[in-house]
């Protein structure tokens, strides 16, 4: 069964800073990674689809990147303002799609 | 092309009724899976389905819940004589197609059941 773990829960950085957020996974026989944002009461929001043939995806400030051998793939976010604050989810998609538990991320001005 | 369209926004069931949730996925799109998101946690899979078929069904209770997603018009998950602890939100997700593909999945804005 595919367990994904984000890490870390929560996170706290200025305005301005570079920061990186991890998800793992247990099976690395996926076809695609998929990370999402989620505003408080909200629904998700897509911001990177990796194929499982790909390394990396970017889009804007936002960087993705995918090793399947080591069941690693990170977020990076450039320059972090305030409306990134957000919690920022990674699914895992095989023959469904597990999600992390999430990292909540704010962004202090 | 509209997106994933989830009704109702809100629900409110007494003890014991029914809640019925519907989840139109985007066109073109054949693939569903459906979640729940408990307050201040993740998301937990509870079914995947195909159209008129379930493909995975793992995640979810096996008693008073059920899902269909018929050929025709959207998908549904039911869950018979609710209870206090199935308040939360459930999210509805659809893609084009299941795996082997890229298949970006794009999510409705939720359905928030409150039993009381």
């Known amino acids: 069964k595919q367990e994904v773990t984000q890490i870390p829960a929560a996170l706290s950085v200025p305005e301005g800073e570079n920061l990186v957020l991890n998800c793992s996974f247990t099976d690395s026989a996926i076809y695609n990674l998929q990370w999402f944002r989620q505003d408080p009461g909200k629904g998700l929001t897509s911001l990177l689809l990796i194929q499982s043939s790909q390394r990396e995806q970017t889009s804007g400030r936002l960087n993705a990147s995918l090793d399947k051998s080591s069941g690693r793939s990170t977020l990076y976010i450039a320059a972090s303002q305030p409306g990134d604050s957000a919690t920022y989810l990674c699914?895992?998609?095989?023959?469904?799609?597990?999600f992390g538990a999430g990292t909540r991320l704010t962004v202090k001005p | 092309n509209a997106g994933v369209m989830q009704n109702p926004r809100h629900l409110v069931r007494r003890r014991g009724q029914e809640a019925r949730l519907r989840c139109s996925p985007m066109k073109g799109h054949s693939h569903v899976y459906w979640y729940r998101q408990l307050p201040e946690e993740g998301l937990k899979f509870m079914v995947y389905?195909?159209?008129?078929?379930?493909?995975?069904e793992s995640g979810m209770p096996k008693e008073r819940f059920s899902a269909e997603f018929p050929k025709e018009g959207p998908s549904i998950l039911r869950i018979q004589q609710v209870v206090r602890g199935d308040s939360a939100a459930y999210f509805c997700?659809?893609?084009?197609?299941?795996?082997?593909?890229?298949?970006?999945?794009?999510f409705g804005q939720g359905t928030r059941l409150t039993v009381v």
């Open positions: 699914a895992v998609i095989n023959n469904d799609m597990r």
């Open positions: 997700a659809s893609s084009a197609t299941g795996h082997g593909m890229s298949t970006e999945a794009f």
């Open positions: 389905l195909q159209k008129e078929n379930i493909i995975d």
